[in-house]
């Protein structure tokens, strides 16, 4: 019983915590990397983000 507690708290707490690994945002972009539309990269201090967009209709690129 024990075990079965112990391995099921386990894998819920792996489970809740994929949506902060995978939303993290980041501050580092590497030479290899890229920026695709709504990514954006977010200043350790969280005081500036960078982003890029593009209206509708348009096949231009801003960035905000």
């Known amino acids: 019983?024990?075990?079965i507690f112990?391995?099921?708290f386990f894998l819920l707490s792996i489970y809740s915590s994929i949506p902060t690994i995978?939303?993290?945002p980041t501050n580092i972009i590497m030479t290899n990397q890229s920026i695709a539309e709504?990514?954006?990269v977010v200043s350790s201090?969280?005081?500036f983000e960078l982003g890029f967009f593009s209206?509708?209709?348009s096949?231009?690129?801003y960035a905000f």
């Open 45 to 47: 201090g969280g005081t």
């Open 22 to 24: 995978i939303s993290t």
């Open 59 to 61: 096949s231009k690129r």
């Open 55 to 57: 209206p509708s209709g």
């Open 38 to 40: 709504g990514e954006t």
């Open 6 to 8: 112990f391995l099921l």
């Open 1 to 3: 019983m024990g075990t």
